[in-house]
């Protein structure tokens, strides 16, 4: 073994005794069965079952629904949650519908963009594009 190779080993190890030490035992095996459970499933599926969904689970579901229901052409997303979102949760949004670019509930939408809205704030005068359980995805005013 060369001496890059080793220095991983060792460092590989530090890593896992470190990690050991302030993980519970019982709380290593719950994460250890959860990967394995959820390792072949979709990305969707495997998010939704992890911890940075666990703040609001519904939400994630609608930002789910909306990034698969978004146009080709679309320019970017306004969101607004039903209820306001911890910091993480702009995280996700942000990175459930990259590449498209978001925002979480702007002062103004911007020009051309789409609003994704929890069904009880849908914006006035902006048609709706498609409507799902919680919320709907909506095209600017003509």
Known sequence: MNGRRAL???ASAALAALLLSWI???ELRGRW???VRFAPRE???RRLGGSSTDFDRPYFI???WARRMLPPDVRGVAVF???PIPSRGAYLTFYTLAPVPALVA???VPQSWLVLAAT???PSGWPVIARTEGGALCAPPR
């Open 43 to 45: 990305l969707a599926a």
């Open 62 to 64: 609608l930002l789910e």
């Open 120 to 122: 009880d704030r849908l």
């Open 8 to 10: 991983a080993a060792l």
């Open 81 to 83: 949650p039903a209820r």
């Open 33 to 35: 069965t959860h990967v």
């Open 106 to 108: 702007p002062e103004n």
């Open 24 to 26: 519970p035992l019982a």
